[in-house]
């Protein structure tokens, strides 16, 4: 994966996040690249699937309180638990991530699948060596840390 494909979608959560829920978020570490085997994850995950130019997904994971934080600043409403809002807006959140980093992959022609979200603790993500996960490591100041992830290669 070109390193080139990774700087909007860091672009589009710091936007979204800030224009969506008036909040910040910043880099937080170095980036990893999580070659073939399964990798560990926060309890919310959300993944997007990329088409079109390109064949990969977009992998956005968080602690659940951040999750919830974070999605009820998105929709205005403080959530107290784990329900069908919170599920719901943290796909739409990924999926206005996805795409508007998708958007500014010129030339790729990026179609995006429908988000996925799972809750639940202990999960994992596979990784194919061909195609590995580059981890971009985040956090919200306020609230605490989440990860994007990108699996993606050229058509």
């Known amino acids: 994966m070109k390193i080139e494909y990774v700087n ?6 710091v936007t979204t996040f800030k224009s969506m ?3 910040e978020p910043v880099r937080d570490g170095k980036l990893e690249l999580r070659e073939a085997g ?5 309890e919310l995950i959300g993944v997007i699937g990329l088409t079109g130019g390109v064949k990969g997904a977009v992998l956005m994971t968080m602690d659940l309180n951040v999750g919830m934080k974070a999605v009820g600043a998105f929709l205005m409403d403080e959530i107290k638990e784990p329900n069908t809002d919170l599920m719901d807006g943290f796909g739409e959140l990924l ?3 996805a795409g508007a980093a998708a958007a500014k992959l010129e030339g790729l ?4 699948a429908l988000p996925t ?7 994992q993500m596979h990784a194919k060596q061909s195609n590995p996960w580059l981890l971009i490591p985040m956090k919200f100041p306020e609230w605490g840390k ?5 699996s993606m290669e050229e058509v």
């Open 21 to 23: 829920c008036r909040v």
């Open 109 to 112: 022609h990026v179609s995006l």
């Open 146 to 150: 989440f990860n994007i992830e990108v």
């Open 95 to 97: 999926n206005i991530i």
């Open 117 to 123: 979200v799972v809750i639940g603790q202990n999960q």
């Open 38 to 42: 399964f990798i560990n994850t926060y």
């Open 8 to 13: 909007p979608f860091v672009e589009a959560a």
